[in-house]
Each structure stands twice: as structure tokens, then as C-alpha cells.
């Protein structure tokens, strides 16, 4: 989970910093961050205009959530993998965070076994998403 925490430092969104690590086999396969995709303008730098618009307070904070450009920590560690050419199946995910709804759906696709968070996203359902697809589910 440290190193999570490490990873989580590299995060660019205005509004939550999430780090991520998958791994193996005792070994870590890769790593994930919330921030803008590669090419695009990081969100402290102007590239996202819903984060600037929530942090300025001209948007509620979960609204629009689909039109933010940021990839999620979980999101971001699944398409390294992939990246690289590495199967995620029976991998555990670490996370400083509990992932949302939507990345749970991808980390049950992806083949992820155990996922060890924390609770802080607002998105609870994820958790007990995770727990009905099997996945082990350690909150720390």
C-alpha cells in the first residue's frame, strides 16, 4: 500500500489524488494515477474545463463526472498492463482508494482477484460489486 501512496503523488486531477499498483506474482506489473491521457493538457495546467468549472464552484462536484478527461488510478494501471503486454488475470490491485463503480467493472473484466483499499471514494457500490464477481475485498 505504500507504494501506492507513492504512486498516488504522480495524480494531476484538481479534485482527488488516487494511486494505484498491480501486482503478480509477488511483483508489480504496473502502476496507475488519475490524471489526463498522454498528449493531453494535465488538469492543474488548464486541460480539463470540469475540473477547473468545480473547482471555481461553477459545478457541484459530482456532476458532469463524464465529461472530466482524467483516467482513473485503476483505469490507468489496467491499460499499462496492457500497454506492455501483460495479462492481468489473478492480479491484485492496491489502491488508496476504493475504486468507483465503473472501474470495479473493468478490474472484474480484467481478470483482478484481490483488490486492498481504502474507503474514501463517494462510490461505495463498487465494493460489493467486487464481492458478488469473487473478487476478495480487504479494506485497510
Known amino acids: 500500500m505504500e507504494m501506492a501512496v507513492v504512486v498516488k503523488?504522480?495524480?494531476d486531477c484538481l479534485r482527488r489524488e488516487v494511486g494505484c499498483i498491480l501486482v503478480k506474482d509477488l511483483r508489480i506489473?504496473?502502476?496507475g494515477y488519475n490524471g489526463a491521457p498522454h498528449g493531453i493538457v494535465d488538469c492543474s495546467k488548464g486541460g480539463c474545463i470540469r475540473c477547473q468549472k468545480r473547482h471555481s464552484g461553477e459545478l457541484d462536484s459530482r456532476m458532469?463526472?463524464?465529461s472530466c478527461v482524467c483516467i482513473h488510478a485503476e483505469q490507468n494501471s489496467i491499460i499499462q498492463a496492457a500497454?506492455?503486454?501483460?495479462a492481468t488475470k489473478g492480479a491484485t490491485l492496491f489502491s488508496t482508494t476504493n475504486p468507483?463503480?465503473?472501474c470495479t467493472k473493468m478490474l472484474i473484466n480484467a481478470g483482478i482477484k484481490r483488490v486492498v483499499c481504502r474507503m474514501e471514494h463517494?462510490?461505495?457500490a463498487g465494493?460489493?460489486?467486487l464481492m458478488k464477481a469473487g473478487v476478495k475485498v480487504e479494506i485497510k
Open 100 to 102: 468507483c463503480s465503473s
Open 29 to 31: 506489473m504496473a502502476t
Open 83 to 86: 500497454y506492455l503486454g501483460l
Open 122 to 124: 463517494h462510490d461505495k
Open 127 to 129: 465494493i460489493e460489486l
Open 9 to 11: 503523488r504522480r495524480a
Open 64 to 66: 458532469d463526472e463524464e
